[in-house]
Nanobody, 115 residues
Framework: QVQLVESGGGLVQAGGSLRLSCAAS????????MGWYRQAAGKQRELVAR???????NYPDSVKGRFTISRDNIKNTVYLQMNSLKPEDTAVYYC?????????WGKGTLVTVSS
């Protein structure tokens, strides 16, 4: 079955950095579009970054220039490098895989940014 396992979350001060990882299994990783989403308390889940199978990326304006998504098709892992973190980046971050139109989700990793 499909498994997406996130890691790398934690507590960081504003202005700091974190790198999230998502290890995937049970999917044809190199054919998948992969993404990171986040959900803050009381808010809807939102896209943070997405990378296609060919390596094209897209980001919302809220994180553009601060976050970078990348993928390693050998390790079946997608990364999210987060720099210049702000308190409003505090959320549970979820890994997403889209394979042949079906969405798969990890259980999430909590990122807390203190001011």
């Amino acid at each position: 079955q499909v498994q997406l396992v996130e890691s790398g979350g934690g507590l960081v001060q504003a202005g700091g950095s974190l790198r999230l990882s998502c290890a995937a299994s049970g999917i044809i990783f190199n054919l998948n579009s992969m993404g990171w989403y986040r959900q803050a308390a009381g808010k809807q889940r939102e896209l943070v970054a997405r990378i296609t199978s060919s390596g094209s990326t897209n980001y919302p304006d809220s994180v553009k220039g601060r976050f970078t998504i990348s993928r390693d098709n050998i390790k079946n892992t997608v990364y999210l490098q987060m720099n210049s973190l702000k308190p409003e980046d505090t959320a549970v971050y979820y890994c997403n895989a889209n394979q042949f139109g079906s969405d798969y989700w990890g259980k999430g990793t909590l990122v807390t940014v203190s001011s």
